[in-house]
């Protein structure tokens, strides 16, 4: 296989808070590849939106990434960890390198300006276009993205658009200035399913057409099943988890991933059938349980082992697990 | 079994007021003339995506909102009531017979009030006044929803939303009410979690023999719960049938399209779905016909004149389209 585009190595990120300190992304490695889709898939607290912050340098505080490398392979050039850059380096990196479609388009756009004005706005940052041709190629994108009758549209204000197409025009926003890496948090998350079947069905697109490597944060094992070539799955800032979509969910190893393959409601259920359960709830991440994290909540528990340390991460490149089941000597 | 509850006819028309004079200039066509009944013991669940009108009807079942037209009657100890049009004095005598579980256990539970008053409140309200023989009904509710006995003296803050959805069924219960409706009850919650509340729902109506309109946008989660399911566009229902026919042979093509739009995590599943064009139609200003047809890939002429009745073709089964009976539309079966 080609090199990763981006390889995360280690990945701490903490936040300050007053019950100490938090952490929420604690140990995390995968790579991302030219034209796949790494699923990130979690549930609350996982981690995975901070993930994702991490990677663009945007966490807020009082978070800090506090350790680990994340690595970029620019198209010409060496490559470079994005911790170590300094600021106004990583402003070049944010659009141009990665892009980021935000969970919420309704929240992540200013009501005070036309969307063409906050996709043109970037296009003349990084691309150095005049007013005139940044306005045309809003008008390309738009039509990329599928948004009818882009130039009327590229006028009117976030609040005039539909949830379905408002998420159009934040991919289309975040493909403006050409990014290799697409990270999408939840892009379909507040919509309705025929829509989030529509923005699925555009991301997969443009993938195909652009070769783009796609990061795809999800809760939903369903959008992963679709979307993925490979998954990392996330408990509590760690990935205990990570391999080809196929194999996770055919022969998933790790006792999280088998549950939360379990508990999934399907169309293809019997009716009224009860669903197997994952015991307990979800730990604050300030409350993290000693040991491997998962292990209060863990039907395959060995021994005090898991009670006790962590799990280290063990197998090849590709596929990897966290669990004492797994190997990982004591 | 018998009849609980029979919607028939029930319209919500909100008025679009514009201008100094706020004269009213149209009408958002919320509810646009939704019949169905519920039988007791029985889990009906009402599906569609936003807008389409579902939390409108359990608004107006409820009547937090004067419906516009239609009647909702209840049969409650041996004698019918049509809540639609019963005036507000004497409806609230009969609010304990219906309850509601909520969608967000967050906003839904008053942060300064302890688990134990947010359970007992509706106890409270309706007459028992015995402190001892309140708490003592409120640690069985809690036994029942699988909340430990400590927690009655804890604020909301100190559980997760699981648990938290646990109180709202604990107080929903309180006062053994006829009907609960419950809107979106495990949407906001993880999907390790999400099981556990929709295995209590069932638990409990095997128990109790609890009869439920379950509302919801996800055709996944309704078919672990329901009996019957009404899908609802656009104001009204197209499709109505038990549940297994609805998934295994759906006969609007509406239905065929979120059948097919719910992932499964199942990969290499998603080539068969359908795409629907377009957004969802405005309830202000519904296209003429079908209100369906501008997405539908099987719409004829016809469709964008004739506005289809909801007709029985099969025992049990209702449907809106003018098509039904000659498509042959895919299933689950046919989708994987």
Same mark, same amino acid.
Request: proline share 7%; aromatic share 4%.
């Given at each position: 296989?080609?090199?990763?585009?981006?390889?995360?190595?280690?990945?701490?990120?903490?936040?300050?808070?007053?019950?100490?300190?938090?952490?929420?992304?604690?140990?995390?490695?995968?790579?991302?590849?030219?034209?796949?889709?790494?699923?990130?898939?979690?549930?609350?607290?996982?981690?995975?939106?901070?993930?994702?912050?991490?990677?663009?340098?945007?966490?807020?505080?009082?978070?800090?990434?506090?350790?680990?490398?994340?690595?970029?392979?620019?198209?010409d050039?060496?490559?470079?960890?994005?911790?170590?850059?300094?600021?106004?380096?990583?402003?070049?990196?944010?659009?141009?390198?990665?892009?980021?479609?935000?969970?919420e388009?309704?929240?992540?756009?200013?009501?005070?300006?036309?969307?063409?004005?906050?996709?043109?706005?970037g296009?003349?940052?990084?691309?150095?276009?005049?007013?005139?041709?940044?306005?045309?190629?809003?008008?390309?994108?738009?039509?990329?993205?599928?948004?009818?009758?882009?130039?009327?549209?590229?006028?009117?204000?976030?609040?005039?658009?539909?949830?379905?197409?408002?998420?159009?025009?934040?991919?289309?926003?975040?493909?403006?200035?050409?990014?290799?890496?697409?990270?999408?948090?939840?892009?379909?998350?507040?919509?309705?399913?025929?829509?989030?079947?529509?923005?699925?069905?555009?991301?997969?697109?443009?993938?195909?057409?652009?070769?783009?490597?796609?990061?795809?944060?999800?809760?939903?094992?369903?959008?992963?099943?679709?979307?993925?070539?490979?998954?990392?799955?996330?408990?509590?800032?760690?990935?205990?988890?990570?391999?080809?979509?196929?194999e996770?969910?055919?022969?998933?190893?790790?006792?999280?991933?088998?549950?939360?393959?379990?508990?999934?409601?399907t169309?293809?259920?019997?009716?009224?059938?009860?669903?197997?359960?994952?015991?307990?709830?979800?730990?604050?991440?300030?409350?993290?349980?000693?040991?491997?994290?998962?292990?209060?909540?863990?039907?395959?528990?060995?021994?005090?082992r898991?009670?006790?340390?962590?799990?280290?991460?063990?197998?090849?490149?590709?596929?990897?697990?966290?669990?004492?089941?797994?190997?990982?000597?004591? | &079994? *018998?009849?609980?509850? @029979?919607? /028939?006819g029930?319209?919500?028309?909100?008025?679009?007021?514009? %201008? +100094?004079?706020?004269?009213?200039t149209?009408?958002?066509?919320a509810?646009?003339?939704?019949?169905?009944?519920?039988?007791?013991?029985?889990?009906?669940?009402?599906?569609?995506?936003?807008?389409c009108?579902?939390?409108?009807v359990?608004?107006?079942?409820?009547?937090?909102?004067?419906?516009?037209?239609?009647?909702?009657?209840?049969?409650?100890?041996?004698?019918?009531?049509?809540?639609?049009?019963?005036?507000?004095?004497?409806?609230?005598?009969?609010?304990r017979?219906?309850?509601?579980?909520?969608?967000?256990?967050?906003?839904?539970?008053?942060?300064?009030?302890?688990?134990?008053?947010?359970?007992?409140?509706?106890?409270?309200?309706?007459? &028992? *006044?015995?402190?001892? @023989?309140? /708490?003592?009904?409120?640690?069985?509710l809690?036994?029942?929803? %699988? +909340?430990?006995?400590?927690?009655?003296?804890?604020?909301?803050?100190?559980?997760?939303?699981?648990?938290?959805?646990?109180?709202?069924?604990?107080?929903?219960?309180?006062?053994?009410?006829?009907l609960?409706?419950?809107?979106?009850?495990?949407?906001?919650?993880?999907?390790?979690?999400?099981?556990?509340?929709?295995n209590?729902?069932?638990?409990?109506?095997?128990?109790?023999?609890?009869?439920?309109?379950?509302?919801?946008?996800?055709?996944?989660?309704?078919?672990?719960?329901?009996?019957?399911?009404?899908?609802?566009?656009?104001?009204?229902?197209?499709?109505?049938?038990?549940?297994?026919?609805?998934?295994h042979r759906?006969?609007?093509?509406?239905?065929?399209?979120?059948?097919s739009?719910?992932?499964?995590?199942?990969?290499?599943a998603?080539?068969?779905?359908?795409?629907?064009?377009?957004?969802?139609?405005?309830?202000?200003?519904?296209?003429?016909?079908?209100?369906?047809?501008?997405?539908?890939?099987?719409?004829?002429?016809?469709?964008?004149?004739?506005?289809?009745?909801?007709?029985?073709?099969?025992?049990?089964?209702?449907?809106?389209?003018?098509?039904?009976?000659?498509?042959?539309?895919?299933?689950?079966?046919?989708?994987?």
């Amino acid at each position: 296989m080609a090199e990763p585009i981006l390889s995360v190595r280690d990945l701490h990120t903490e936040f300050v808070a007053n019950e100490g300190i938090i952490r929420a992304v604690d140990g995390v490695s995968f790579d991302v590849f030219q034209g796949r889709t790494l699923g990130v898939v979690g549930e609350s607290g996982c981690g995975k939106s901070v993930t994702a912050r991490s990677i663009l340098g945007i966490v807020e505080r009082p978070g800090r990434v506090t350790g680990g490398q994340i690595i970029l392979r620019p198209a010409d050039g060496p490559p470079v960890d994005l911790l170590k850059l300094p600021a106004k380096a990583m402003r070049d990196i944010r659009g141009p390198e990665i892009a980021l479609v935000f969970q919420e388009p309704m929240a992540s756009f200013s009501q005070y300006y036309t969307i063409g004005n906050q996709i043109m706005e970037g296009i003349r940052l990084h691309l150095g276009l005049s007013r005139r041709a940044a306005r045309d190629r809003a008008i390309e994108l738009l039509d990329m993205v599928g948004v009818p009758q882009p130039s009327r549209r590229v006028d009117e204000y976030p609040f005039q658009l539909s949830g379905g197409l408002r998420q159009r025009v934040m991919i289309a926003m975040a493909l403006s200035c050409d990014p290799r890496v697409l990270i999408a948090d939840e892009p379909t998350t507040a919509l309705d399913v025929t829509t989030q079947a529509q923005i699925l069905d555009l991301l997969r697109d443009l993938q195909q057409k652009q070769g783009l490597a796609l990061i795809l944060i999800t809760h939903d094992m369903g959008v992963i099943a679709e979307m993925a070539h490979d998954v990392a799955v996330m408990y509590l800032g760690r990935a205990v988890e990570t391999g080809p979509v196929g194999e996770i969910f055919s022969a998933p190893r790790h006792p999280y991933t088998r549950a939360l393959l379990r508990s999934i409601p399907t169309v293809l259920a019997k009716p009224r059938t009860r669903l197997p359960t994952i015991e307990g709830s979800i730990p604050h991440p300030s409350n993290r349980p000693t040991g491997c994290a998962y292990h209060p909540r863990c039907l395959e528990i060995i021994d005090e082992r898991c009670r006790a340390q962590e799990p280290p991460e063990t197998g090849a490149a590709t596929t990897r697990i966290r669990c004492f089941l797994h190997g990982g000597a004591a | &079994m *018998t009849t609980l509850l @029979e919607v /028939r006819g029930l319209k919500k028309y909100f008025p679009i007021r514009k %201008g +100094l004079l706020r004269r009213v200039t149209g009408q958002v066509k919320a509810v646009d003339g939704v019949s169905f009944t519920i039988r007791k013991g029985e889990t009906l669940a009402l599906v569609g995506e936003s807008g389409c009108g579902k939390t409108t009807v359990s608004r107006c079942i409820l009547r937090a909102i004067d419906p516009s037209a239609g009647s909702v009657t209840i049969a409650l100890e041996g004698h019918t009531v049509d809540l639609a049009t019963l005036p507000r004095r004497q409806l609230r005598p009969l609010r304990r017979h219906m309850q509601m579980v909520f969608q967000d256990p967050y906003s839904s539970l008053n942060p300064r009030m302890l688990v134990g008053e947010i359970i007992g409140e509706p106890l409270l309200i309706n007459g &028992m *006044t015995d402190r001892a @023989e309140r /708490r003592a009904r409120v640690l069985a509710l809690m036994e029942l929803v %699988g +909340l430990p006995g400590a927690a009655i003296n804890r604020f909301p803050h100190a559980f997760s939303g699981g648990q938290r959805q646990r109180i709202g069924i604990a107080r929903a219960l309180a006062l053994n009410p006829a009907l609960i409706v419950a809107d979106e009850p495990v949407s906001a919650l993880d999907v390790s979690v999400q099981a556990q509340i929709l295995n209590l729902l069932l638990d409990l109506q095997d128990r109790l023999g609890l009869t439920v309109l379950f509302v919801a946008h996800d055709l996944s989660v309704v078919k672990h719960v329901a009996d019957r399911v009404a899908v609802m566009y656009v104001g009204r229902i197209v499709e109505m049938a038990e549940t297994e026919a609805l998934y295994h042979r759906p006969l609007h093509p509406y239905t065929e399209a979120l059948l097919s739009a719910a992932p499964t995590p199942i990969p290499g599943a998603v080539s068969h779905r359908i795409i629907l064009e377009r957004d969802i139609a405005d309830p202000a200003n519904p296209p003429p016909g079908c209100a369906f047809h501008p997405r539908c890939r099987y719409a004829e002429p016809r469709c964008r004149t004739d506005r289809p009745e909801m007709v029985e073709v099969e025992p049990g089964r209702h449907v809106a389209c003018l098509r039904a009976t000659e498509l042959g539309l895919r299933g689950i079966a046919e989708m994987t």
